[in-house]
Nanobody
């Protein structure tokens, strides 16, 4: 079993920044890649960014150049630094990983970009 706990969401004005954190616990030794997804009201959940245990990253086109995913393996934590936020980034952001063919999700953290 793996537990994921997100934090760092909130309300921010357009152009502002937020940093999300996701702390993993449990059977973390079987974890490789970790990812952030988001789901806006009335829309499907979409992949935002992913990072492997070796540090390779990939991003959705809509966030490239604005968001940065990183991880601290010693702290079992993955981060999502979000800069130049836009109203369309408003969504619930979920941390995600897979261990031994089981997919795990965090509880989600709300990000609202509004003036």
């Amino acid at each position: 079993q793996v537990q994921l706990v997100e934090s760092g969401g909130g309300l921010v004005q357009p152009g502002g920044s937020l940093r999300l954190s996701c702390a993993a616990s449990g059977n973390i030794f079987s974890i490789d890649a970790m990812a952030w997804y988001r789901q806006a009201p009335g829309k499907q959940r979409e992949l935002v960014a992913v990072i492997t245990s070796g540090g390779n990253t990939n991003y959705a086109d809509s966030v490239k150049g604005r968001f940065t995913i990183s991880r601290d393996n010693a702290k079992n934590t993955v981060y999502l630094q979000m800069n130049s936020l836009k109203p369309e980034d408003t969504a619930v952001y979920y941390c995600n990983t897979e261990a031994k063919e089981i997919i795990y999700w965090g509880q989600g953290t709300q990000v609202t970009v509004s003036s």
